[in-house]
């Protein structure tokens, strides 16, 4: 870089963006550099000869890093709340009980995340409630689409879950749409009983 260093620009960049996670990307090979630019708050340190492949490892980590990080303060801010940021999310469950109110509170918490979220209970216990509730509070704009996969085998799960082109099997006179498909930018939820 022309005028600055990217060891001098670190400082500037967490100042300004302190949530981001920065990469260090650099032609300079030397240890002192890394562990200065660690210490002073990169996520990583990768030499320019570094592989595409370790490029996006590092980005992967670092976005999960900061997902991770992002999710732990909604959960932390979510539970030192007594107010859900989502109340008509959980219209459809009513109840005056304080440890479902801290259910609640986790749910939007976790609503967010880009991770799967899975819900167990016994039949009847509320699941696809919960699901539809965690689907509300994610302000995803995408359809919700539950599916109870308990009667299912394999291949009418999977069929469910892909669809399937018109001849993919005896019997498939037409395109059918699976739920991802119906589901963009939202969520699939898959419940199973026990728990």
Same mark, same amino acid.
């Given at each position: 870089m022309p005028h600055m260093s990217g060891r001098e620009l670190l400082p500037l960049v967490i100042r300004r963006f302190p949530d981001v996670p920065i990469l260090i990307v650099t032609g300079?090979?030397?240890?002192?550099? /890394? #562990?200065?630019?660690? +210490? &002073? @708050?990169?996520? !990583?340190?990768?030499?320019?000869? %570094? !592989?595409?492949?370790?490029?996006?490892?590092?980005?992967?980590r670092a976005i999960e890093v900061h997902e991770t990080r992002r999710e732990n303060a909604l959960l932390k801010k979510s539970?030192? %709340? #007594?107010? *859900?940021?989502? =109340?008509?999310a959980f219209a459809g469950l009513v109840t005056g009980n304080r440890a479902m109110h801290s259910l609640f509170q986790y749910i939007e918490a976790v609503a967010a %995340?880009?991770? =799967?979220? *899975?819900i167990t209970g016994e039949t009847g216990s @509320? $699941?696809?409630?919960? /699901? +539809?509730?965690?689907? $509300? &509070? %994610?302000?995803? $704009? @995408?359809?919700? #689409?539950?599916?109870?996969?308990a009667g299912l085998d394999d291949n009418v799960f999977s069929d469910s879950l892909f669809g399937h082109l018109r001849g993919a099997f005896t019997g498939a006179m037409e395109v059918r749409k699976g739920l991802i498909e119906r589901a963009p930018a939202g969520r699939c939820f898959s419940t199973r009983s026990g728990s």
């Open positions: 300079v090979d030397e240890v002192r550099m /890394a #562990v200065e630019c660690m +210490r &002073a @708050g990169a996520f !990583d340190y990768l030499v320019n000869r %570094s !592989d595409a492949e370790t490029l996006l490892a590092a980005v992967r539970l030192l %709340s #007594v107010e *859900l940021s989502h =109340p008509d %995340s880009s991770h =799967p979220i *899975l @509320g $699941k696809e409630l919960v /699901a +539809r509730a965690a689907h $509300k &509070a %994610s302000d995803r $704009k @995408g359809e919700f #689409v539950a599916v109870n996969i």
